[in-house]
Nanobody, 124 residues
Framework: QVQLVESGGGLVQAGGSLRLSCAASRLSFSRYAMGWFRRAPGKEREFVAGITWSGDSTYSAESVKGRFAISRDNAKNTVYLQMNSLKPEDTAVYYC?????????????????WGQGTQVTVSS
């Protein structure tokens, strides 16, 4: 069965850092863009960051620009989200997803495989 498994979430104080990982198994990975999304309590799931299949281009939501960075290691079938200067409003369940294509999209419908999510909680 195709799997995307996120890890690295947890509880951190405001201003702290976390690094999320998303490992793909039994899933074609290296030719597809990947994205990170998040769902905060009571809100819709939203795009956070995306990366092209080669890793040569990334795109981040305005709310996280300058604080979060997405990267990938195709040899390890893994995509990462480095989160710095965390704020309480970053509290959410974070999901990784595989794009249907090699370029980045911000809409959920352009992603066909999703992980189960990892909780990130930022205390003030």
């Amino acid at each position: 069965q195709v799997q995307l498994v996120e890890s690295g979430g947890g509880l951190v104080q405001a201003g702290g850092s976390l690094r999320l990982s998303c490992a793909a198994s039994r899933l074609s990975f290296s030719r597809y863009a990947m994205g990170w999304f998040r769902r905060a309590p009571g809100k819709e799931r939203e795009f956070v960051a995306g990366i092209t299949w080669s890793g040569d281009s990334t795109y981040s939501a305005e709310s996280v620009k300058g604080r979060f960075a997405i990267s990938r290691d195709n040899a390890k079938n893994t995509v990462y989200l480095q989160m710095n200067s965390l704020k309480p409003e970053d509290t959410a369940v974070y999901y990784c997803a595989r794009s249907r294509k090699s370029n980045i999209f911000v809409g959920e419908r352009e992603y066909d495989y999703w992980g189960q999510g990892t909780q990130v909680t930022v205390s003030s």
